[in-house]
């Protein structure tokens, strides 16, 4: 499933913990596809905390507790780490990350936690939602098949990787123009990962991630860019990138087209992905300073001029899914919808 509806659906699981018709939700997918991002995402709109605890880590007894002798029976420690309304708050999520590369025994204490929100006298909070996420089998990582008394207490989600759904993250979280434009022409490469191989670096939205902040500490230093970015993506997709970069000092002026002035279309069809994504950002920045509408009227003209309509369509789209439907008020828009009527513009 697209991560923009796992978020609706994690949204909506964390919603309905007040009302009592929470479903604890798994989350299944390979390494760096954004299963904790996902989850931490859904805690930061609604400003929750986050208890994340790694089953893989842990023996049974840290999740049960200690017990210990009280007027001749045995009570149980309560572990700190759990969720505790008075400590943690009324609302937040219970994140079980790397479930599945958890120890049998250690999943097996879980069990009551998971279905029952308790164990033994500790009741998880009412306003707490229970999230897990972890690796398939098949994808090199330390796993152990789930038990199904385990299994039966979740609903399943597998993370499919989308780039659409990924630029929309990106631009939210303003990630390096030139990653965006590159994986806009390469878009193969936003997930690569063959386990197989078991490589050490291979491209991932993490691993993307950590390619834009090599950006910005290696650009200006020529002789380790590559290297780092290699570091981070792997051999190949480090130099395509690297390539890629290099290249757009040949960019035409992106000032002189918001100010309306005729600017010739690049040639070159990785130039013009460049492009495409740099206005976008530039359109975002115009929606947060007040200067919209000019802007985004300039760039609806500009979208007009690619030589291959699916690019234009693609760069007002991400336009849209970045500054929502005021895009639509844009004077210039209704001629440019009418222009591309024929190509499909939203899903």
């Not at 038990?147 to 597998?158: C, G």
């Not at 670096?201 to 991630?209: D, V, Y």
């Not at 992106?254 to 600017?263: M, N, P, S, T």
């Not at 609806?300 to 336009?319: H, K, N």
Request: charged share 20%.
């Amino acid at each position: 499933m697209r991560p923009i509806q796992l978020l609706t659906i994690l949204e909506q699981e964390f919603i309905s913990t007040r009302a009592g018709h929470h479903t604890p939700v798994m989350l299944w997918g390979p390494p760096g596809v954004g299963k904790s991002d996902m989850v931490r995402e859904v805690a930061q709109q609604h400003q929750a905390p986050v208890i994340d605890i790694r089953l893989s880590q842990m023996e049974p007894s840290d999740l049960r507790g200690i017990p210990f002798r009280s007027n001749g029976s045995v009570d149980w420690a309560i572990p700190s780490l759990l969720p505790d309304e008075q400590r943690h708050g009324s609302q937040g999520i219970l994140f079980l990350d790397e479930i599945t590369s958890a120890p049998p025994t250690v999943s097996a204490a879980a069990y009551q936690l998971i279905l029952d929100r308790r164990l033994g006298e500790y009741q998880v909070p009412e306003g707490w939602a229970i999230f897990a996420a972890g690796n398939r089998q098949g994808d090199r990582g330390v796993t152990y098949s789930m038990p199904a008394p385990l299994a039966n207490r979740f609903s399943h989600f597998e993370v499919e990787t989308n780039l659409d759904d990924w630029v929309a993250w990106a631009y939210r979280n303003q990630i390096d123009e030139r990653i965006i434009a590159f994986l806009r022409f390469r878009p193969e490469l936003l997930f690569d990962f063959d386990p197989a191989h078991n490589p050490v670096a291979f491209p991932s939205p993490r691993s993307w991630e950590f390619a834009h902040r090599a950006l910005q500490k290696f650009f200006d230093h020529p002789q380790l860019l590559q290297g780092a970015l290699q570091a981070c993506v792997g051999p190949a997709a480090g130099v395509e990138l690297h390539a890629f970069v290099s290249s757009l000092d040949k960019m035409p002026d992106l000032d002189a087209i918001l100010r309306g002035e005729e600017v010739s279309m690049p040639n070159e069809i990785d130039l013009q992905y460049a492009v495409a994504s740099a206005l976008v950002g530039r359109a975002i920045r115009a929606n947060e300073s007040g200067d919209g509408v000019e802007v985004h009227g300039r760039i609806l003209e500009y979208a007009g001029r690619f030589p291959q309509r699916e690019m234009g369509v693609m760069l007002v789209s991400d336009m849209h899914r970045a500054i929502g439907e005021t895009l639509f008020s844009v004077p210039q828009f209704n001629d440019w919808a009418q222009a591309v009527s024929d190509v499909m513009l939203y899903e």
